[in-house]
């Protein structure tokens, strides 16, 4: 009876250990896998904030043409050029 208690303890101490190694390894891909996540979000904020750079110089140059324009149109002189 002992020598199945034994056997019964080893086997369950056995597959707890298995059980802690598959739930580590787990929590490797899954750390993995968020840090895959962050990296790709970033490029993601990257080319976002790329694109937005490109838009506000855009729209400064745009900006500016307005102003230039409203200048030339709010000649009070009557001698638009």
């Known amino acids: 009876m002992r020598v199945i208690s034994v ?3 080893v086997l369950l101490l056995g597959g707890g250990a298995v059980l802690v190694a598959v739930a ?3 929590r490797v891909e899954a ?3 968020a840090k895959a996540a962050v990296v790709r979000a ?3 904020l990257d080319a976002a904030h790329d694109e937005n750079e490109a838009l506000a110089r855009r729209l400064t140059d745009l900006r500016s043409l307005i102003a230039e324009q409203d200048a030339r149109i709010a000649d009070d002189t009557g001698f638009l050029p």
Request: proline share 0%.
């Open 7 to 9: 056997i019964a303890g």
């Open 42 to 44: 970033q490029e993601g």
């Open 31 to 33: 750390l993995a896998e």
């Open 24 to 26: 580590d390894q787990q």
